[in-house]
């Protein structure tokens, strides 16, 4: 008998306490780009007011928010770098550094050496995966150095083609980062205290897609994308309970899964849309394509789900925003072409916020019939990759090297 699909979870708990207005991890407090807990005006202003706005660095690391201090991982020189600030004035108040020798592959040359991974924090404890695949574990508070892995030995290659780029997530104890390259890697969970191995999932290499926590059937299962799969882990064990096949070309396996009632949401680069339903009979798990629709392929941009809909920014047209029904695949509408490579995305009570690599923040209401912005402003005179971070009615902006705090 299949088991409603629960939510992603991820909870953060421990000495340091997330609270629904912080913004802990990758995509906010549960790793699906909601901000449960902001304090937007009904009515938004004409133009952002701008606050501090310092250089951090190049990379593609998102900020991370926990009480009144903000985490960023990031490059400058030869060295990645992480740095707690004050989320009041930028300050620092403390910062960490180690050498990295990586360069970027041609094709992804105008990203830069990284870092790619956005952090994550649990416990008092502030964890890291740098381009490189060195995973170290801080003391948040002060920034010592708990531990670090940086796999030399392990495996043939020590991160993917384009760099590593997968968001380590923490469960129970568990930090769950997937290592390697994408022809030799593995789904780890290290315990987070010493960074001890529980379990390795060897099946496949490391991708780019950032795993998230869901319930099945009363089973706790990391769901991710590995290098040629789409797959769903026992949490305890590390055992694979699904496996579906799935490839993009150049092994850019990217868009994290959004759950929908008993349906998980897929996609990838020149793929389709899709949906299953995984089944769990007597121990033996199957999946059922429910939908597929062709028409809006994603590719490094993972969408949100808010109020009966999905919204996200498909590759074709050179990207488009675009809403779509969960429950038929149906899409809604779809917005003007040239919109941004990619764009991250925001639910934010009844208005999603995308903010595009062109550097514009577009607001959108959730119950739009058609593509009708309510406010599009401009954050960036550079390209903008990394998430932002909703903080209240702040939004942190991280671009090519600096990172601006605005408000709404």
């Known amino acids: 008998m299949l088991s409603r699909l629960l939510f992603p979870v991820c909870l953060i708990a421990g000495c340091i306490v997330a609270s629904a207005s912080d913004w802990p991890q990758w995509r906010g407090p549960t790793r699906d780009g909601q901000a449960p807990d902001t304090s937007l005006p009904a009515s938004l202003p004409d133009n952002l007011q701008r606050g501090w706005s310092i250089e951090v660095g190049e990379g593609h690391s998102s900020p991370i928010v926990l009480g009144q201090d903000v985490y960023i991982h990031s490059r400058v020189g030869g060295d990645e770098v992480v740095r707690r600030l004050k989320l009041a004035d930028g300050t620092v108040e403390w910062e960490q550094k180690y050498p990295v020798v990586y360069e970027p592959v041609s094709a992804a040359g105008p990203h830069g050496k990284g870092p790619k991974s956005t952090p994550v924090l649990h416990d008092g404890k502030l964890f890291t995966f740098g381009i490189t695949g060195v995973l170290s574990a801080f003391n948040a508070s002060d920034g010592e150095l708990l531990w670090r892995k940086d796999f030399k030995g392990d495996y043939g290659t020590l991160w993917p083609r384009f760099g590593a780029a997968m968001s380590p997530m923490v469960a129970k104890g568990r930090l769950l980062a997937h290592v390697g390259g994408d022809d030799d890697g593995a789904l780890i969970a290290f315990n987070v205290e010493d960074g001890s191995i529980l379990w390795r999932w060897t099946e496949d290499g490391a991708a780019y897609c950032s795993p998230v926590l869901l319930t099945v059937a009363g089973t706790e299962q990391v769901v991710s994308q590995s290098t040629e799969h789409i797959i769903g882990v026992d949490l305890s064990s590390g055992k694979t309970l699904w496996k579906i096949p799935f490839t993009t070309p150049y092994n850019q396996n990217i868009v994290t899964a959004i759950a929908f009632e008993d349906l998980l949401i897929f996609s990838g680069h020149r793929q389709r849309t ?28 993972s969408p949100v789900l808010v109020g009966g809909r999905v919204f996200g920014l498909t590759q074709m047209d050179k990207g488009n925003l675009f809403s779509l029904d969960p429950r038929s695949g149906q899409v809604q509408w779809s917005g003007p072409g040239r919109q941004g490579d990619n764009a991250a995305l925001i639910v934010a009570g009844d208005r999603v916020l995308t903010l595009t690599t062109e550097a514009e923040l577009i607001v959108t209401r959730i119950d739009a019939a058609r593509y009708e912005p309510v406010k599009i402003y401009d954050v960036s005179d550079s390209a903008v990759w990394a998430h932002p971070a909703l903080i209240g009615n702040q939004i942190l902006v991280k671009d090519r090297s600096k990172l601006t705090v605005w408000s709404f």
Do not use: I, K, L
């Open 274 to 301: 899709f949906a299953v339903r995984m089944t769990n009979n007597d121990g033996e798990w199957s999946t059922e394509e429910v939908w597929t629709n062709s028409e809006v392929p994603m590719y490094m941009s």
